[in-house]
């Protein structure tokens, strides 16, 4: 009896030193897909924020300290105080998004910790999306859904719940990549008559591909039935869409906006509707998110908000769970990131 509870010591301080040993990833929720969790965990020792959310800043200030890496999302923001608060044991970050302007990649790279992202996975649900959400706006589909629920539905009328038509319509695109591009391939099934862009460069593929023309943004503007913004959210486009740019658009123009809350002046935008500058808009992003209910946006029969599903498919939450741990790990391992960020020239 002594000699085998003498075993079972040793095996628990041989698990015990195990698990010490393996690199420590602080994952900041706990409601990401337990497929990317699992490969984390085949590795590492995972500790996971175990309430429902995000985790607080202060929390991670206070978990992150002696972790080998970070699983973040677009709701934390990695700065230094976080960064000092880590300490030189974090080698790795991955976050669980596209987008990244929630980390401060000048900060990373001073301390040598590679950050690797989720491009492409996302590409195609985010485009459905948009079209989807520039559908119901255009289409007024949320506000006719209304009308069945609450009375309104009173009986047929010609114009009567009338919107606006994609076929025939000028379509611009404030920001051709990969998301962007994947809109106007698929509105170009709904026999729009132009595609405009605008970016930082014209792209062969756009022509080739789309019969897409690069304009610069005020034209842009000026031409289009509906303007969508896909471009990232940067310091030349944060606030990008304020009361001078929609001064500029018909006054039928539809706004989608599916990239950042930032890039929109959301005062200016309510002026903006309320006043007959534009029609319509279709937000899936917005500042702050979420939105609070009360919010004078949400007061507006042609404005439709959505709560950031851009990516919402399973399959494609799924893909970015994995994506995310497998950067993270390779990071760990000192290997090339499946999708590193890369840092900026000095």
Known sequence: MLFKNIIRIKCRIRNLHTMSALPKVLVSRNDVPEEGILLLQSKCHVEIWEK???????????????????????????????????????????????????????????????????????TDTTAELTVALLLATSRRLIEANKEVTNGGWTGWGPLWMCGTSLAGSTVGIVGLGRIGFGVAERLKGFKVKNILYSGNR???????????????????????????????LTSNTTGLFNLEAFSKMKKNAIFINSSRGLIVNQEDLYTALTSGLIKAAGLDVMDPEPLPTGHKLTKLSNCVLLPHIG??????????????????????????????????EN
């Open 202 to 232: 014209a792209k062969i593929e756009a022509m080739e591909k789309l019969n897409a023309k690069f304009v610069p943004f005020d034209e842009l503007l000026k031409h289009s039935d509906f303007v969508i913004v896909c471009c990232a």
């Open 52 to 122: 429902p959310g995000t985790m607080p800043a202060n929390e991670i200030l206070k978990r992150i300290k002696n972790k080998d890496a970070l699983y973040c999302t677009v709701s934390e923001k990695i700065n230094a105080e976080l960064l000092d608060a880590a300490g030189p044991t974090l080698k790795a970050i991955g976050t669980f998004s596209v987008g990244y302007d929630h980390i401060d990649l000048d900060e990373c790279k001073k301390r040598g910790i590679v950050v690797g992202n989720t491009p492409d996975v996302l």
């Open 311 to 344: 990516s919402a498919t399973v399959e494609t939450r799924t893909t970015m769970a994995v994506l995310t741990a497998k950067n993270i790990l390779a990071g760990l391992e000192g290997k090339p990131l499946p999708c590193p960020l890369q840092y900026a």
